[in-house]
């Protein structure tokens, strides 16, 4: 069974290099306008292009990659047989129903800054996905230097339109039709989307169960990449049995 891996805003399929060497089968996407892809209207068609056509395969969706992965799950049933959603939320923004998101101050001065201070801006929004984690300084360098991918940085307009999807999305009537068996994975220090959006998704998605780990923050699969293989591994032998 494939295991297809997407990952989050401003980032590429780099972004996974632990797990590459744990699943070198796998397939590890870019989404459009990353890692050197032409942009793309139509971003989930784009995606679903990438994917295996031969048989059905696990979606992994990291952040804005799993909320990707979540409407592909509603639309393409037939053809995702799994979902594991890391850090992933059904609604980016706070909303007056919902807390567990960005506010709009917080958002608008995010926008603001990466019009103007694009560089800036994308490596604070790099750190903030490890606050709450004592990493060694030179762990930090070690983990940007193998993640990002600095030949082939995100053109202007995936960013701005990944920003959209982040602002406009909120996927909360569309979970009790997600019909696959899914693992929700969550750090449970994120200070970019609030560990309770995760045990939202595992509460609302019919078949799913959650997973937190510990003093992970954003970003797990780079910090706790042992725990999060340990989590997959038992999750794709509960589907095979």
């Not at 068609?45 to 979606?59: E, N, R, S, W, Y």
């Not at 923004?93 to 560089?119: C, I, K």
């Amino acid at each position: 069974m494939s295991l297809v891996f997407l990952h989050g805003w401003g980032q590429s399929q780099k972004i996974w290099y632990a797990q590459k060497k744990q699943y070198p089968d796998a397939y590890f996407l870019d989404l459009p306008g990353h890692g050197g892809r032409l942009n793309a209207d139509a971003c989930l068609q784009d995606v679903m292009q990438q994917c295996p056509k031969q048989q059905p395969f696990i979606l992994i969706g990291w952040s804005l990659g799993g909320m990707l992965a979540m409407r592909l799950a509603v639309q393409y049933p037939e053809r995702i047989k799994a979902l594991i959603l890391v850090n992933s939320t059904p609604s980016f923004r706070q909303r007056d129903d919902w807390l567990y998101g960005s506010d709009t101050p917080t958002f608008t001065a995010f926008e603001q800054g990466l019009a103007t201070q694009a560089s800036k801006t994308m490596r604070r929004f790099f750190a903030l996905m490890f606050q709450g984690e004592n990493l060694a300084r030179e762990t930090y360098r070690h983990i940007a230097e193998q993640g990002i991918d600095k030949q082939h940085p995100p053109s202007s307009y995936a960013l701005k339109q990944g920003l959209h999807i982040l602002s406009a999305w909120d996927l909360r009537s569309i979970l009790p039709y997600i019909t696959q068996p899914t693992c929700v994975i969550h750090g449970q220090q994120d200070a970019v989307i609030p560990v309770q959006a995760g045990q939202y998704l595992a509460k609302h998605i019919p078949d799913a169960d959650f997973f937190p780990i510990d003093k992970a923050a954003h970003a797990p699969f780079l910090t706790h990449s042992s725990i999060l293989a340990n989590i997959v591994t038992s999750f794709i032998r509960k589907l095979q049995t």
